[in-house]
Antibody, heavy 117, light 112 residues
Framework: EVQLVESGGGLVQPGGSLRLSCVAS????????MSWVRQAPGKGLECVAN????????RYVDSVKGRFTISRDNAKNSLYLQMNSLRVEDTAVYYC??????????WGQGTLVTVSA | DIVMTQTPLSSPVTLGQPASISCRSS???????????LSWLQQRPGQPPRLLSY???NRFSGVPDRFSGSGAGTDFTLKISRVEAEDVGVYYC?????????FGQGTKLEIK
């Protein structure tokens, strides 16, 4: 059974930092693109960043470029999102998702990030 | 960025009746590899999104056959042949042809 379990969310002040983690199981993690997708409270979905299998390609939505860094450790079946210079508008549930064939096939339960003074 | 526009934004449906959701992209979703990366996702209340279909019409593992996707180019449709109570939630189309991958605003399916 494919499982994705996120952690690391919480309350942080504007300008602060957080590191999200996602541990994968039930599939060959090293053979898939992986992504972070966020959902602001009561709002729709936004793809934040994704990363290819061997870390040679990382892509970011414009709103987080220069502030967020996606990474992975295939030996630990883990995906990460380092978030710096956080803004109030970054408040959202952050989902880890397995990517492939231009779609997002499996999603974790999400971790809530709240940016507030 | 490619803009995805869904209609309607809300769809009250009677149990057992069909439902249809439309999705239009601001530019063609045909990739240079010949594939069209349009997928549909369902988000039940309090749950993460769940993939229903990918590349327009390929139903994902475990998805009931009452869900079907169709379309081409810039116009796509998700149809539910007979709505069941468990289908309540928000439905999103998503394009994976060009990064950033973008989603429609969501269509809320509710029972009359």
């Amino acid at each position: 059974e494919v499982q994705l379990v996120e952690s690391g969310g919480g309350l942080v002040q504007p300008g602060g930092s957080l590191r999200l983690s996602c541990v994968a199981s039930g599939f060959s993690f090293s053979t898939y693109w992986m992504s972070w997708v966020r959902q602001a409270p009561g709002k729709g979905l936004e793809c934040v960043a994704n990363i290819n299998q061997d870390v040679s390609e990382k892509r970011y939505v414009d709103s987080v470029k220069g502030r967020f860094t996606i990474s992975r450790d295939n030996a630990k079946n883990s995906l990460y999102l380092q978030m710096n210079s956080l803004r109030v508008e970054d408040t959202a549930v952050y989902y880890c998702a397995r990517s492939g064939s231009g779609s997002y096939s499996y999603w974790g339960q999400g971790t809530l990030v709240t940016v507030s003074a | 960025d490619i803009v995805m526009t869904q209609t309607p934004l809300s769809s009250p449906v009677t149990l057992g009746q069909p439902a249809s959701i439309s999705c239009r992209s601001s530019q063609s979703l045909v990739h240079s590899d010949g594939n069209t990366y349009l997928s549909w996702l369902q988000q039940r209340p309090g749950q993460p999104p769940r993939l229903l279909s990918y590349k327009i019409s390929n139903r994902f593992s475990g998805v009931p056959d009452r869900f079907s996707g169709s379309g081409a180019g810039t116009d796509f449709t998700l149809k539910i042949s007979r709505v069941e109570a468990e289908d309540v939630g928000v439905y999103y189309c998503m394009q994976g042809t060009q990064f950033p991958h973008t989603f429609g605003q969501g269509t809320k399916l509710e029972i009359k």
